[in-house]
Protein backbone atom coordinates (compact mmCIF):
# COMPACT_ATOMS: atom_id res chain seq x y z
CA UNK A 1 0.00 0.00 0.00
CA UNK A 2 1.21 3.09 -1.41
CA UNK A 3 0.58 6.01 1.68
CA UNK A 4 0.91 9.64 -0.11
CA UNK A 5 1.37 12.95 2.09
CA UNK A 6 0.52 16.26 0.85
CA UNK A 7 1.91 19.66 2.42
CA UNK A 8 2.12 23.10 1.82
CA UNK A 9 -1.23 25.03 0.79
CA UNK A 10 -2.35 27.83 2.75
CA UNK A 11 -4.18 31.44 1.48
CA UNK A 12 -1.82 34.07 -0.74
CA UNK A 13 -3.01 36.63 -2.41
CA UNK A 14 -2.76 37.22 -5.80
CA UNK A 15 0.31 37.39 -7.33
CA UNK A 16 1.99 35.56 -4.52
CA UNK A 17 3.60 31.52 -4.32
CA UNK A 18 3.16 28.48 -2.56
CA UNK A 19 4.51 25.38 -2.45
CA UNK A 20 3.29 21.70 -2.27
CA UNK A 21 5.14 18.87 -1.40
CA UNK A 22 4.17 15.15 -1.92
CA UNK A 23 6.29 12.25 -0.07
CA UNK A 24 5.30 9.01 -0.01
CA UNK A 25 6.82 5.46 1.21
CA UNK A 26 6.13 1.87 -0.76
CA UNK A 27 6.47 3.27 -3.43
CA UNK A 28 9.10 3.49 -7.01
CA UNK A 29 8.73 6.88 -6.89
CA UNK A 30 11.42 7.28 -10.29
CA UNK A 31 9.56 4.44 -12.74
CA UNK A 32 6.37 6.01 -13.14
CA UNK A 33 4.51 9.21 -14.56
CA UNK A 34 3.51 11.63 -11.34
CA UNK A 35 1.11 14.02 -11.18
CA UNK A 36 -0.47 17.07 -9.70
CA UNK A 37 -4.66 17.74 -9.54
CA UNK A 38 -6.37 19.78 -8.78
CA UNK A 39 -10.66 20.15 -7.96
CA UNK A 40 -13.10 23.15 -7.33
CA UNK A 41 -15.43 22.43 -5.90
CA UNK A 42 -18.57 21.43 -7.81
CA UNK A 43 -16.14 20.43 -10.82
CA UNK A 44 -14.09 17.61 -11.75
CA UNK A 45 -10.92 16.88 -11.10
CA UNK A 46 -8.13 18.60 -13.29
CA UNK A 47 -4.72 17.22 -14.03
CA UNK A 48 -2.81 20.70 -13.89
CA UNK A 49 0.91 19.28 -13.78
CA UNK A 50 2.96 15.67 -14.77
CA UNK A 51 6.39 14.49 -14.57
CA UNK A 52 7.65 10.80 -16.38
CA UNK A 53 10.54 8.77 -15.83
CA UNK A 54 12.95 10.68 -17.18
CA UNK A 55 11.81 14.07 -15.78
CA UNK A 56 10.39 15.43 -18.48
CA UNK A 57 7.48 17.85 -17.42
CA UNK A 58 3.90 18.71 -19.03
CA UNK A 59 1.35 21.57 -17.97
CA UNK A 60 -2.09 22.53 -18.83
CA UNK A 61 -2.32 25.87 -20.48
CA UNK A 62 -3.61 27.79 -17.68
CA UNK A 63 -0.97 27.13 -15.65
CA UNK A 64 2.19 27.10 -17.93
CA UNK A 65 4.97 29.16 -17.48
CA UNK A 66 3.40 29.87 -13.33
CA UNK A 67 3.70 26.50 -11.75
CA UNK A 68 6.62 24.14 -12.05
CA UNK A 69 6.30 20.25 -11.16
CA UNK A 70 9.81 18.44 -10.11
CA UNK A 71 10.71 15.09 -7.97
CA UNK A 72 13.72 14.02 -6.14
CA UNK A 73 13.11 10.52 -6.49
CA UNK A 74 16.03 9.85 -3.72
CA UNK A 75 13.97 11.59 -0.91
CA UNK A 76 10.49 9.84 -2.85
CA UNK A 77 9.43 13.78 -2.70
CA UNK A 78 6.88 15.52 -5.68
CA UNK A 79 6.86 18.88 -5.26
CA UNK A 80 5.05 22.00 -7.39
CA UNK A 81 6.14 25.40 -7.44
CA UNK A 82 3.07 27.56 -8.23
CA UNK A 83 3.79 31.56 -8.32
CA UNK A 84 1.88 34.12 -9.65
CA UNK A 85 -0.98 32.69 -8.74
CA UNK A 86 -4.66 33.91 -9.33
CA UNK A 87 -7.83 33.79 -8.30
CA UNK A 88 -8.77 30.87 -10.33
CA UNK A 89 -6.10 28.92 -9.00
CA UNK A 90 -8.08 28.26 -5.87
CA UNK A 91 -8.72 24.64 -5.32
CA UNK A 92 -8.11 21.10 -3.54
CA UNK A 93 -4.62 20.26 -4.65
CA UNK A 94 -3.98 16.20 -5.21
CA UNK A 95 -0.65 14.31 -5.60
CA UNK A 96 -1.40 11.31 -7.46
CA UNK A 97 0.57 8.17 -8.55
CA UNK A 98 -0.10 5.31 -10.79
CA UNK A 99 -0.39 1.60 -10.14
CA UNK A 100 1.21 0.42 -13.94
CA UNK A 101 3.16 2.64 -16.25
CA UNK A 102 0.43 4.80 -18.22
CA UNK A 103 2.13 4.88 -21.02
CA UNK A 104 1.52 8.90 -21.79
CA UNK A 105 2.29 11.74 -19.09
CA UNK A 106 0.73 14.85 -19.99
CA UNK A 107 -2.30 16.48 -18.06
CA UNK A 108 -4.38 16.44 -21.45
CA UNK A 109 -3.78 13.05 -21.60
CA UNK A 110 -4.48 11.60 -17.51
CA UNK A 111 -7.82 10.85 -16.14
CA UNK A 112 -8.16 10.39 -12.56
CA UNK A 113 -8.98 6.77 -13.08
CA UNK A 114 -4.96 6.24 -14.18
CA UNK A 115 -3.49 6.98 -10.72
CA UNK A 116 -4.88 4.30 -7.69
CA UNK A 117 -2.58 6.21 -5.10
CA UNK A 118 -3.72 9.43 -4.00
CA UNK A 119 -2.48 11.72 -1.28
CA UNK A 120 -5.02 13.56 1.22
CA UNK A 121 -5.52 16.77 -0.46
CA UNK A 122 -4.34 20.32 0.85
CA UNK A 123 -6.37 23.42 -0.40
CA UNK A 124 -5.07 26.36 -2.14
CA UNK A 125 -7.01 29.88 -1.41
CA UNK A 126 -6.05 32.69 -3.42
CA UNK A 127 -7.34 35.99 -2.76
CA UNK A 128 -8.08 38.88 -5.08
Known amino acids: QVHLVASGGGSVQAGGSLRLSCGASGYDWSSYCMAWFRQVPGKELEAVAA???????SYVDSVKGRFTISKDNAKNNLDLQMNSLQPEDTAVYYC??????????????????????WGQGTQVTVSS
Open 51 to 57: IDEDERT
Open 96 to 117: AAPTDDLGRCSPSYLRPSHFGN
